[in-house]
């Protein structure tokens, strides 16, 4: 699957994407039950389009600025009317093999509204 291929809601999604940027990790409790974790922004994407992926707890420390990664069954929601990836307890991120040249970052549906 291609990155600009992604809308909103979406479920088992399998891409391979390069890390272009990340955040700085930021503390949030959660309401549930009160828990503490850590969570950053990455922005991530192929040659077609770039995307927000939201990074929990130790998923920060495996992203790292210019490497290729393949994420599996992942999901897509809105925040804020924003669309982000996210990998969820049941997906995985890996390093990937293969190589992403270039990112287009013209085309970043998290600054696109739905």
């Given at each position: 699957?291609?990155?600009?291929?992604?809308?909103?809601?979406?479920?088992?999604?399998?891409?391979?994407?390069?890390?272009?940027?990340?955040?700085?990790?930021?503390?949030?409790?959660?309401?549930?039950?009160?828990?503490?974790?850590?969570?950053?922004?990455?922005?991530?994407?192929?040659?077609?389009?770039?995307?927000?992926?939201?990074?929990?707890?130790?998923?920060i420390d495996k992203?790292?600025?210019?490497?290729?990664?393949?994420?599996?069954?992942?999901?897509?929601?809105?925040?804020?009317?924003?669309?982000?990836?996210?990998?969820?307890?049941?997906?995985?991120?890996?390093?990937?093999?293969?190589?992403?040249?270039t990112v287009n970052?013209?085309?970043?549906?998290?600054?696109?509204?739905?």
């Amino acid at each position: 699957m291609k990155v600009e291929s992604l809308r909103p809601f979406q479920k088992k999604i399998n891409v391979a994407v390069k890390a272009v940027s990340i955040t700085e990790p930021r503390g949030v409790t959660l309401r549930l039950d009160g828990s503490q974790h850590r969570v950053a922004e990455a922005l991530v994407g192929d040659e077609t389009a770039c995307v927000l992926l939201t990074l929990w707890d130790d998923d920060i420390d495996k992203v790292l600025v210019g490497e290729t990664y393949e994420i599996e069954n992942a999901f897509t929601t809105l925040f804020k009317n924003s669309m982000r990836l996210n990998i969820g307890r049941y997906g995985m991120l890996k390093k990937s093999s293969q190589s992403i040249e270039t990112v287009n970052t013209s085309n970043n549906l998290s600054e696109k509204e739905f």
